[in-house]
């Protein structure tokens, strides 16, 4: 491999131009974009100055100057994408969710593991600065035994039931698309649950409206989680132990700040977050981090720990009732 890693980014939608656009913000290089049309291709690359721009995803896998594919797809591309691009030698980031289920995800980590290629779900708060700094403040004990996990991530999105967010074609609902990073965030701060209990309503499209998740840890420690399409919450996110809490500001899950208190009400730490860009570059710094020092499974977001997340989600959809064309009856 050369100094430079070469990043194909397959599928040119909105968040492909947002991780692009950050890319560029790191001094990272996009060298090729694969899409379903040269059109598009052709539009992508003029926009973002990536110089290969293919006709289709097989051709952008392909190409001998791409080392990790970025898949951009709707949900339900993503594990077909990322087997194709592992297939072809390439490492892959793969955009959250994952995949849309478990049994997916279980497909894409071993092919990966058979290859002995990174992949890394593109679950970009994991990686920002604030997100180390919570860890760092875990570790050395300031909020004694963790016991509790809050987070919301409530949007108002579009009406429109052809919009992917609506679409049960596409893998639509509030819980693939947004309650997923809460959910990532309790196994983050807790582990993987051990019991998950979930309600929700639906829209007249089919797809879970809002969410109410509690998942009990390891200890007995618990997680209270939301998510909803068509409200906007404080998206706002806490941990608390028996010493103190960290309070997390809106948008807790973006580069944000935080304040840590103790028992008192005191404050501990007050930290702010400036960074430049959206801050998913700092997922594609790890991904090639790795891929520099021949290791395949970030410490931050390992392959185990995306499909334990795919699992606990699979469980969430089991009991609200959520099915996805083309899945198997459960």
């Not at 100057?65 to 970025?70: A, F, N, S």
Request: proline residues 6%; negative net charge; charged residues 20%.
């Amino acid at each position: 491999m050369s100094e430079q890693i070469g990043w194909g980014i397959l599928a040119t939608g909105g968040i492909a131009k947002a991780f692009t656009r950050d890319l560029a913000v790191a001094g990272l290089t996009a060298v090729a974009v694969g899409s379903r049309s040269q059109e598009s291709a052709d539009a992508f690359g003029q926009e973002f100055g990536v110089p290969h721009r293919h006709p289709s995803y097989e051709a952008l896998v392909q190409d001998p100057d791409v080392d990790i594919v970025y898949i951009a797809t709707p949900h339900p591309g993503h594990a077909e994408a990322a087997l194709l691009a592992l297939e072809a030698g390439k490492h892959v980031l793969i955009e959250k969710p994952f995949t849309v289920n478990a049994d997916e995800a279980r497909k894409v980590t071993s092919l990966a593991a058979e290859k002995n290629l990174l992949v890394l779900e593109a679950m970009w708060p994991r990686f920002l600065p604030h997100m180390i700094r919570l860890h760092e403040i875990l570790d050395d004990g300031t909020l004694g035994d963790v016991r509790t996990v809050i987070a919301d991530h409530n949007q108002d999105l579009p009406k429109d039931p052809k919009h992917r967010i609506n679409n049960p074609d596409l893998g639509g609902g509030a819980l693939l698309d947004l309650g997923i990073y809460p959910v990532s965030f309790a196994v983050d701060m807790l582990g993987a649950p051990t019991r998950v209990s979930a309600m929700a309503s639906f829209t007249a499209t089919g797809v879970d409206r809002q969410t109410a998740i509690l998942l009990e840890h390891e200890g007995g420690r618990q997680s209270l989680l939301h998510t909803a399409l068509d409200t906007k919450g404080p998206n706002t996110a806490s941990v608390i132990g028996t010493l103190g809490r960290v309070d997390i500001d809106s948008v807790w899950y973006s580069p944000t700040s935080f304040t840590v208190y103790d028992n008192t009400g005191g404050m501990v730490e007050r930290y702010e977050s400036s960074i430049e860009g959206r801050g998913m570059q700092y997922e594609a710094l790890e991904a090639e981090r790795l891929i520099r020092a021949g290791e395949i499974a970030s410490p931050r977001l390992s392959p185990a720990e995306s499909v334990a997340i795919m699992d606990v989600l699979d469980d969430i959809r089991s009991q609200i009732g959520l099915r996805y064309p083309g899945e198997a009856p459960a």
